[in-house]
């Protein structure tokens, strides 16, 4: 059965996996300056009429068999900011197993995963993103989807890449089995507030 179309309401609270993850140690890390993630997702084709593709929704042929909304972009998105902060993978805080993330949006996930990035005392720089897939195509909702990942990542739209490939008919995406992404993101310690001196 393809993912519901429509968003769910507020958050849940996260699941045990996401809070034994969090409650690692999540003051600022030690100050390395720049950290550099990456991500990589996979979801294969399944009934439906649509996919969810960097927070926006996508008419298609097909849907994607999925526990969440399936969108392969954000998925791959969440585990480059894990990464770069060495905070696990989008699993370990959501997995599939729970209930309550069933059909759940995936900016939900960012959300999450960007806190924890400014917990460990960073801000995100820039994020590139790529799909791999022969259908569907981006023409025509790729500004809509570089606007909404700036949106969740606190950034001006020129600070987020997405890019679209095929594999040349290979592999399981060229046979159009299902779809795949991969992302980037440059981390930088967040800036700090300057220390006003007491007037004497």
């Known amino acids: 059965m393809s ?26 890390l030690a100050p390395l300056g720049p950290r550099v993630g990456f991500g990589f997702d996979v979801h294969a084709f399944g009934p439906g009429d649509q996919v969810w593709l960097a927070g926006v929704c996508v008419p298609h042929t097909q849907g994607v068999v999925a526990h969440s909304d399936g969108d392969v972009l954000l998925h791959a998105l969440c585990d480059a900011l894990l990464g770069a902060v060495a905070l696990g993978d989008i699993g370990q805080h959501f997995p599939d197993t729970d209930p309550q993330w069933r059909g759940a949006a995936s900016h939900r996930f960012v959300t999450h995963c960007l806190g924890l990035v400014k917990a460990r005392g960073y801000v995100v720089g820039n994020a590139d993103l790529t799909l791999l897939a022969e259908a569907p195509r981006l023409k025509g909702h790729r500004d809509a989807m570089i606007a909404r990942v700036a949106e969740l990542l606190e950034l001006p ?12 008919q290979m592999g ?29």
């Open 3 to 28: 993912e519901p179309a429509s968003s769910p309401g507020p958050a849940a609270s996260p699941s045990r996996g996401a809070q034994a993850v969090a409650t690692a140690p999540l003051g600022p």
């Open 172 to 200: 399981f995406t060229g046979r159009r089995e299902g779809l795949a992404a991969q992302a980037a993101v440059m981390l930088w310690p967040a800036p700090v507030a300057p220390t006003v001196s007491p007037e004497l």
């Open 157 to 168: 739209t020129d600070a987020v890449g997405l890019k679209a490939t095929t594999t040349e």
